[in-house]
């Protein structure tokens, strides 16, 4: 059986005709063998492609042109010329400057001249195109760069009015070398920075706590089977819970009275061990003990600004505690490889006992939510705790608005209100109430939670996770888990509703490349093999006493364009 393939000459940019019917499927035995000619009347359509003369580099073009099969074509030294090559295989010509091979006058006349080019992609091989990096050269348009690259100048001023979006960055980053290389350079982040305002971060999905019933404690936005999915290490995958993540670290706690503390940075694999902290608490406080940690990173306190990597910067782990009617707060500092604890112990209310929710960071406090309408203050600074108190709402969570506002989103009913405070006075102001019902139709006619016993403590709308920079928020509804943009009102369904999955933590990942530094111990220490100056600092928790143990790291770094 004869196999009709798509014919394609250079490129799929050069598309020659569509009745290529040499190549054959054959039912094997000992008569088998390869002809040239026709063999059958059965032809099977739309078999496949042939691409002539299809290769990455002009040497190849020229070692095909010398080889048994043409080297009677090549009439002239000149046909070798890598210019010429170029400008041939760019043009849609013949490299051997002859006639079409065809049979009527009419075929002749009509694949006479150059190949007309195009720029379609349809029906191209799916392979092809997942794998556009690895086979660019075989996509439309891919000759014809080789050949016309711009000045540098001209890719700049394409590239810096590119909207500041992650997906477009990287989908820009894929189209050249040229493209790739500038959005990568200093210089250009710099302008892009000035034009379009700081990065931000874009969330990949979202981390749980749920025991059962989700196969994975990471869920992408696009799917479970996504690349992208992450997975902690396996010595740390039973015992340990999320707690916080920031600028694309994860915090994680054992979870105990006297708490040790995990950071992971899935990108790198990277990850440390924090010691318990019990060495300043009661001895006798007990089950009494409730905490809750905040995660801070010091990217902007040591002249680095926004070109800090956050994942190799210092950072903070605010511990806040409720024990024996007062509560206290403890900070750890990667630079000092200590513990710092707060000198006042503040009487505790009885109604005002820590809520699970995580915490949210603006600067270098951070603000968790009580029991009670209440927010507490942690000045990582100054170590103080201020209270005051929120709009009223059991279902509410704390984020970050503008940058450096403090927030809150509510939950009533089916409305979702947005609130911004100012902790100094404690008065707070509506922004917006949004209707969810407007937003996503068929929430008013769906089940209500009580009707389903795994859900029967659940409200009709939650909030369950909050993207770090507090432009979306992650809902739990009966008609599944939701990401929702404040800003575009854009609702999209990343999970169905599971059990035990009240409270989520998104992860965000930067998209601009940064600079590449360390900090331990108040030392810079640059991407090369260096000794670490906390030797704890890799322990593998195994023990809770400081390794004096010297150890030789090598820092890998992951960067959004590549």
């Known amino acids: 059986m004869h196999l009709k393939l798509e014919n394609y000459m250079y490129s799929f940019e050069f598309p020659v005709d569509h009745s290529s019917w040499r190549a054959t499927a054959h039912l094997f035995n ?9 063999q059958s009347d059965l032809i099977l359509a739309d078999a496949g492609w042939h691409c002539s003369f299809c290769f990455r580099e002009i040497r190849e073009f020229a070692f095909k042109m010398k080889a048994y099969s043409h080297a009677d074509r090549v009439r002239r030294e000149s046909f070798l010329d890598p210019a010429r090559i170029q400008r041939v295989i760019c043009s849609g ?3 051997f400057d002859m006639l079409p091979e065809e049979y009527t006058f009419r075929d002749l006349f009509k694949k006479m001249g150059p190949i007309p080019s195009s720029a379609s992609a349809v029906h191209l091989p799916s392979y092809l195109i997942k794998n556009a990096d690895r086979f660019r050269f075989l996509l439309p348009a891919a000759l014809a760069r080789a050949a016309m690259s711009l000045p540098d100048e001209l890719h700049l001023e394409i590239l810096k009015y590119l909207p500041p979006y992650p997906q477009i960055l990287i989908r820009a980053s894929a189209v050249c070398r040229e493209w790739r290389r500038i959005l990568r350079d200093p210089g250009f982040l710099r302008l892009y920075r000035a034009l379009h305002g700081e990065p ?3 969330a990949l999905g979202f981390f749980h706590n749920a025991a059962s019933g989700v196969r994975r404690r990471f869920v992408h936005i696009s799917g479970a089977d996504d690349p992208a999915s992450l997975s902690l290490p396996s010595s740390y995958r039973r015992g340990w819970k999320f707690v916080d993540c920031r600028h694309g ?13 995990l950071l992971w940075h899935p990108m790198t694999g990277e990850h440390h061990v924090i010691p318990a902290i019990d060495h300043f608490l009661p001895s006798d406080a007990g089950s009494n003990r409730r905490n809750n940690a905040g995660l801070l990173c010091l990217c902007d306190d040591h002249g680095e600004g926004p070109e800090m990597v956050c994942h190799a910067s210092p950072f903070r782990v605010a511990v806040v505690f409720c024990v024996l009617g007062y509560k206290t707060a403890c900070v750890f500092s990667s630079l000092t490889g200590q513990w710092s604890t707060f000198d006042t112990w503040y009487p505790l209310l009885e109604s005002s006992g820590l809520r699970p929710e995580p915490c949210a960071v603006l600067g270098n406090t951070v603000y968790q939510q009580l029991h009670g309408n209440v927010v507490l203050g942690c000045d990582t600074d ?12 059991s279902h509410a969570r704390l984020l970050r608005v503008d940058h450096d506002v403090l927030g809150l989103a509510v939950v009533l009913g089916f409305t ?6 100012d ?10 109430n949004i209707d969810m019902v407007g937003v996503l139709p068929g929430l008013s006619t769906a089940p209500l939670p009580r009707t389903d016993s795994r859900f029967s403590l659940m409200p009709p709308v939650k909030i369950i996770g909050v993207v770090e920079d507090g432009d979306v928020l992650f809902l739990w509804t009966m008609l599944g888990i939701f990401m929702f943009s404040l800003k575009s009102k854009e609702l999209k369904q990343v999970h169905e509703a599971a059990t035990n999955m009240e409270i989520v933590y998104p992860y965000s990942a930067s998209y601009l490349p940064l600079s590449w530094s360390r900090h331990f111990n108040g030392q810079q220490v640059t991407s090369q093999p260096a000794i670490s100056a906390n030797p704890w600092y890799l322990s593998d928790g195994g023990d809770r006493k400081r390794r004096r ?4 790291t090598r820092t890998r770094y992951s960067n959004g364009l590549d």
Do not use: M
């Not at 100054?382 to 709402?393: A, C, N, S, Y």
């Open 30 to 38: 000992e008569r088998t063998g390869y002809r040239h000619s026709r």
């Open 93 to 95: 010509d013949d490299l």
């Open 200 to 202: 931000s971060a874009t």
């Open 249 to 261: 670290r994860v915090l994680l706690s054992d979870g105990g009275w006297c708490p040790r503390f």
């Open 382 to 393: 100054q170590q103080i705790l201020t209270e005051f108190l929120r709009p009223k709402g």
């Open 416 to 421: 979702l209100q947005l609130w911004t405070g």
């Open 423 to 432: 902790d100094t006075n404690g008065t707070w102001v509506l922004r917006n």
């Open 549 to 552: 143990t010297t150890t030789t």
